[in-house]
């Protein structure tokens, strides 16, 4: 990080004196260091909620410094992160650095310490390095190749941002970097590894690829793409901010008692909490570290008697957090994390700790201080993914809210889109416009996919100037979004015909929307998991020799993230089972390539059926969450049998009368169209 | 074994003297050794199909004097497998042998060195031991305390068999010896186990249970069991025919060069083929050692140039079998085995060896021996799996003329059950009967499951003198059977109404019949496993809040084990997909405890489904190979829909015309009235 010199500019001095007359004491360093962290996390919802980290409270005029001062460190900011497209520059001097280190070459996943799907511009080595921007991929660097590895989803985007001359692209699933590796490197090279951003197991399939080469895999000390990038941002800072127990629906003292049962179940003394997530949860805290996604950086060691020791930059607590957080939670810096993994070994703990969730640097650390190991999932990971009744309440609030905001969205498609002028990027702002009137809104749950025409048909299509499309008569629009909301998590898509839809699209829309009938009526015995109800989303389109190759559903958060595990519905075997709590989403879909695309998606609760006449075993069931409209115009009733358009109008009475109240008189109007009974 | 002096007998004399006349120069002794042998298998199909070990061909005075000489060598078996319930005495002599050999206990599974689910008589060691007599369990046997570990299906039936005074009894899936060992064995103790009778992978499970117990895990170098057990049987010695291209449909030159093919793609020079049915497969041959499945139990080393070693007793081989198997296989006494496992080490080979199929001894003996272990599945189970042309043109021929003979056994069933006297085992010898008719049957596929009223309820019931019951008015009847012909195996469920069914009985009925219906008319994308579609067979059922605790469908074999891998349809994962030639059952169903059991059953191949018009993947669809009428009077129409109905009327056409022109007029009339449409 590049710091000025004190002094440099007036205008700071102004501001600190503003900041001291109201009391702060923050000195011109700390504020400019503050400034940096802050300009390296994501803008978030409100731009000036970071300002508490420095004045408690601050009158309009400090307010009006502190922005200002902001933008300045954002303009500042040059990480060289907003460059389009790849700098061969970087490259090299990674090469040189690799060379320096007698390294011959070096793996630089798409990922930070915490493992997740979103992290901050700090983490973005793989974009600074390639230009490559999707949120999963790994690049190999080796003396004379380097290799990019992307799954099928970001397959075009990664042929459009880098240069195919200078990094080759693989496919991720078909061609692991395991297998390329075994079978390029040559023996006795050494690869290293950034041992922080990899889960353990990972690297056990990596060391077996090495070895199987007569190659050698190296865990290196620091990450060499940090000593070469200039201007690489500093740790993101946001303010970390108490979530109410309203939203919450249970004390971080309650769940931190059932957590250290859990612990104790499992015979551990700690856990190690990786994912900012569970801790989150757990904490009852938000942050602003990433985009998309309220998480506050950290990590944390629980023991089973209910404490936990978090290590998270302290500067981030918003004023009063700590004294909220009680006697049981202790804040210390990132930096201590270090050696709490190494007093965990002196004191002959018993540390759980998730092979596929952690990263192998912990389990290196912990093993080195003679730590011993219970391998296991992060209890929290379970613990959250079941809601309680307050959050399922929060979820129900926010998704009539989302659906009046929804409602307005589609009735203004309906009456914009005929004229022609509409375009994805203004359908996009205009529905984060309509989603931000809501008082607890905080921002969109990811970035909108607004797909028209033949951008439709690319499943995680993401609008940009060079292929914003308007939306044509004759077309289908598809539409995925989201909000996060502070008493609940919304993703919804929907699909819409601009003018007259043809016969195969009707034909196609309402194969998915039988599958996703069949799925919101299922009922399931407890134990069931994701990948045997899987199908019951897709066969009407397997009938048809169809089929669409992503999962049916994930995980959704409660504020948090919009990408949640450990469920999932999917081909993919994954042995956790759905239980009464969770939230899935549920999203079959059909995209025929260069025309058009379908997707219709609603996020679903699991929940414990009543049990019914002569029924024998307690069965789970879904209850709908997401209240929108699904365009009537390309449902082919004759497709459907006599209790697929009983559900699909009940669905939509259900809607009108939960969202109808809400409106405004035009969009009531339109909503009683959209939702005539078939 | 114990042996009579020579001379002993004065018939062996007379026998002898007539073989010799027939050009036979078996001695006394090896006579004797046959006839041990011979009694140690099971009876088989054909009676004195073993005589050709002896006498190629034998003259009608010859074979009355070889059947009395082994209706003689039976009744002296004395092995004390005839025995019902457990005898104490044996439990005690096993603890004496252990504490001999230092040991503080000892696991006894069901199973033998090829670890497969039908065993022959001198590998009944639990039985001997426990008097249990189901096909899946374990035993532990420590000093003071004994348990038996039986699964779901066999609780009663353990209960019935075993002194719970003396040998505790456990659930096998919820309380796995795994575990139970953790906590019950006392640190130091030593437990021993026979390692020809476990998997790799289950040792090392064991192991590290008793890891966990600070007790040590000790392989014995003979099963203590062998040494008390007075008459054990001796190996079985039934003859090994060859199996006829015509059934076979591919030679097994080309099934080993295939082979070979698929050791060369795996980078090993060897494959160990422990499993007697991928010999079988492999070698087109068929043998007769234990119950049901034609198998000739024996040891395989296949090499990546078509040349297979295989070890098995000689004597057992029919006259001109070797010649037939031609240059390329040699066949070598099982006693060669070990050595050969040692020749590979030495020679430095690539060996390819199952983990989860092959005994943890084979490992040991090839690691010790210097082998390099590649691990993986037996390609023959896979390659087995799927039926070339030939062998479904076989299935489907058998499966009409098990048909015929099933529409035969139900037209009966249906005057015979009115009059009141027809009980369960009449059911079963009669069905028997008729399929003996056949000239390709060689026996029963399994034991039949004939259940009458409440006995329908428990799902693995096979009737006795002391369960057996009349088939009563206003009851069920189940039953579960299968046919062994040359050309094909059959597995057949069919639920009949005796009298008038009550509503819950039909609506029950018809719940299930909509699984078997939903999963037949299923289509489903390449890649596919078992466990992605298993509810699809069970939806219909959860949606009353109803199941069934087994699997949906498990894989049949072509004249081999009526349960085979890898595919299967079930709640449990299984990563082998579905693939084009695949025989499995389909099978849900439905049981009321105490009161009547519901199961419908029909084969199925897995095909490839040509390209529907407008269809972008190739999809896979199942071919119903099973033709016999699914009894109407428990079919409620109006829980139908009309593809349903459809469905059913076809099907019903479909029996009518393919066996309606074999059957006597009678039949035939009750087969008309029986596959009436709806």
Not at 108 to 130: F, I, K, M, N, S
Not at 299 to 328: H, I, K, Q
Not at 475 to 488: E, P, R
Request: charged share 25%; proline share 5%.
């Amino acid at each position: 990080m590049t710091r000025k010199r004190k002094g440099e500019s007036g205008s700071d001095e102004m501001l600190l004196a503003t900041l001291a007359a109201a009391g702060s004491t923050v000195s011109s360093d700390e504020l400019d260091e503050v400034l940096a962290g802050v300009a390296a996390a994501p803008p978030g919802h409100n731009p000036l909620a970071w300002t508490v980290l420095v004045a408690a409270a601050a009158g309009s005029d400090l307010k009006d410094q502190l922005r200002s001062a902001h933008d300045r460190a954002v303009a500042a900011r040059n990480d060289g992160l907003d460059r389009a497209g790849m700098d061969p520059a970087r490259l090299a001097a990674l090469r040189a650095e690799l060379a320096r280190l007698g390294l011959d070459g070096f793996i630089v996943p798409r990922g930070d310490e915490h493992l997740g799907e979103y992290v901050p511009r700090r983490a973005e080595r793989l974009a600074w390095l390639t230009g490559f921007t999707g949120t999963a991929g790994t690049a190999v660097v080796l003396g004379e190749r380097a290799v990019l590895f992307v799954d099928g989803r970001y397959t075009l985007e990664a042929e459009a941002q880098v240069d195919g001359a200078l990094i080759e692209r693989k496919h991720l699933i078909e061609t692991p970097p395991e297998g390329w590796l075994a079978s390029n490197l040559a023996k006795d090279q050494k690869l290293g590894y950034d041992p922080w951003l990899h889960t353990e197991k990972e690297i056990k399939d990596l060391a077996r690829a090495c070895t199987n080469a007569g190659a050698e895999l190296i865990a290196v000390d620091a990450n060499p793409i940090d000593r070469i990038w200039q201007n690489q941002p500093p740790p993101p800072i946001a303010p970390v901010v108490a979530h109410d127990e309203s939203f919450a629906g249970e004390s971080s003292a309650a769940k931190r008692a059932r957590l250290a049962d859990k612990i104790a179940e499992l015979a551990a003394d700690t856990a190690v909490v990786i994912k900012p997530d569970s801790l989150a949860w757990l904490l009852n805290v938000r942050g602003g570290d990433v985009p998309f996604t309220p998480l506050a950086l950290g990590f944390a060691l629980a023991d089973a008697s209910g404490r936990v020791e978090v290590f998270m930059d302290p500067r981030t607590l918003a004023p009063g957090l700590a004294g909220w957080l009680g006697n049981e939670v202790t804040v210390r810096p990132r930096d201590a994390f270090d050696e709490a993994l190494d007093r965990l070994g002196s004191e002959d703990r018993k540390v759980l700790v998730d092979p596929a969730g952690a990263p192998a640097r912990v389990f290196t650390r912990l093993r080195n201080a003679g730590a011993k190991l219970v391998e296991g999932a992060d209890p929290c990971v379970r613990m959250k993914a079941c809601k309680n009744e307050g959050e399922l309440g929060g979820a129900r609030a926010a998704h009539r809210r989302d659906g009046v905001a929804m409602a307005r969205f589609l009735a203004w498609i309906g009456r914009e889109a005929p004229q022609g002028a509409l375009t994805e990027m203004g359908a996009v702002e205009r529905l984060e416009a309509l989603r931000a009137e809501d008082a607890l809104f905080r921002g969109p749950a990811f970035a909108t996919i607004a797909g028209a025409g033949p951008n439709g048909a690319i499943v995680h299509y993401r609008v940009s100037e060079r292929t914003n499309r308007r939306l044509e008569t004759g077309s289908l629009f598809l539409i995925d979004s989201g909000g996060q909301y502070l008493d609940g998590t919304t993703d919804v898509t929907r699909t819409l015909a601009v003018g007259e839809p043809s016969a195969e699209m009707r034909e196609r829309f309402t194969r998915v929307l039988r599958g996703n009938i069949a799925l919101a009526t299922l009922a399931f015995p407890k134990g069931t998991v994701g990948a045997q109800i899987d199908a019951i989303a897709r066969r009407h389109l397997w009938d048809a020799g169809l089929d669409y190759d992503h999962g049916t559903g994930h995980g959704v958060g409660s504020y948090l993230g919009v990408h949640e595990g450990p469920q999932r519905i999917a081909k993919v075997y994954q042995k956790v089972p759905l239980e009464h709590g969770m939230i899935v989403s549920e999203e079959p879909g059909y995209y025929k390539a260069g025309a058009y695309g379908i997707r219709t998606e609603n996020l679903l609760v699991v929940r414990e059926r009543p049990m019914a006449e002569g029924a024998e075993r307690a069965m789970l069931a879904f209850e709908v969450l997401t209240l929108v409209p699904i365009d009537l115009s390309l449902v082919e009733a004759a497709l459907l049998d006599a209790e697929e358009i009983a559900w699909l109008n009940a669905y939509h009475a259900r809607v009108a009368e939960e969202i109808g109240p809400s409106l405004d008189s035009e969009t009531r109007a339109w909503l009683e169209r959209a939702t005539r009974a078939l």
